[in-house]
């Protein structure tokens, strides 16, 4: 019995030290290359350490430029998809009528579907109503199947969520708005918070649908895309590079504040 268990334990590991080398070893390689004085994104032959790379994203307007529409539109996204997909969670949650299943599945439709699709449709559709491609339609078009996304994190939430604790408030003398306010919305905010952060990098990284909707405003995802065809430097490199070191930052500083508020809640 111990030898089986011991060996399940070192298989779990095993599993967990390959499972983490397959994901880390591409960002790993994609940092050496950085630094590589070769012209093209590799390691090997190794040209020599340099820093050069950096200075030729820093003189990239064109990669700036698709930098800040990503973030752009991912921010319009988080405005509208967060708010629209906590409502439709909250309905879905108290909605008991016979076609419940129907509506879950209706809203649930633009994340199964093909995001060739969505963008087509969107442009056809908007184009309709004079409104070409461009930022906002990018916006509009990712919205429909983000939401998808943060009405699931948010409905996963309230579903351990207990019901006695509103009738409470509202025999105590609290109306419906109060009611959210101090005891629903406090008890959403994890899920809000991660769902707003998996929309913000859907948005971000989004590439089958924003092609057919961006017009004229290049995403850095389309840029890149681009770049492959007509010749890729190690300056994306430098930027991935720049973007995973931001991120890992995030996560530490978010990691320090969520212990220093446990600790406060003890």
Do not use: H
Request: charged fraction near 15%; proline fraction near 3%.
């Amino acid at each position: 019995m111990m030898r089986s268990e011991t060996i399940f334990k070192y298989g779990v590991r095993l599993y967990i030290g390959v499972f983490f080398l397959y994901l880390f070893t591409p960002l790993i390689v994609m940092g050496l290359a950085t630094f590589n004085d070769s012209r093209f994104p590799t390691i090997s032959p190794w040209r020599g350490a340099t820093l050069k790379w950096f200075e030729a994203l820093a003189q990239d307007g064109a990669m700036w430029e698709a930098l800040a529409n990503s973030l752009i539109v991912a921010l319009g996204v988080l405005l509208i998809a967060v708010p629209i997909g906590v409502c439709c969670a909250l309905f879905l949650s108290t909605y008991q009528g016979r076609g419940k299943t129907f509506v879950y599945s209706l809203m649930m439709s633009p994340l199964l579907t093909p995001g060739v699709i969505v963008g087509i449709s969107a442009l056809i559709f908007w184009r309709g109503l004079d409104v070409n491609g461009g930022i906002m339609l990018t916006v509009i078009a990712q919205t429909t199947f983000i939401t998808a996304y943060v009405m699931l994190m948010v409905l996963a939430r309230l579903q351990r969520f207990d019901r006695t604790l509103e009738n409470a408030a509202l025999s105590l003398g609290a109306n419906q708005w109060q009611t959210f306010r101090r005891i629903l919305l406090p008890y959403l905010k994890p899920a809000i918070y991660s769902a707003a952060a998996i929309a913000f990098l859907q948005s971000f990284e989004n590439y089958n649908t924003t092609l057919f909707v961006k017009g004229y405003d290049t995403t850095l995802t389309v840029y890149i895309a681009s770049k492959v065809r007509t010749g890729l430097t190690p300056a994306v490199n430098a930027l991935g590079l720049v973007l995973i070191a931001l991120t890992v930052v995030l996560a530490v500083v978010y990691e320090i504040k969520r212990r220093q508020e446990l600790k406060q809640s003890e």
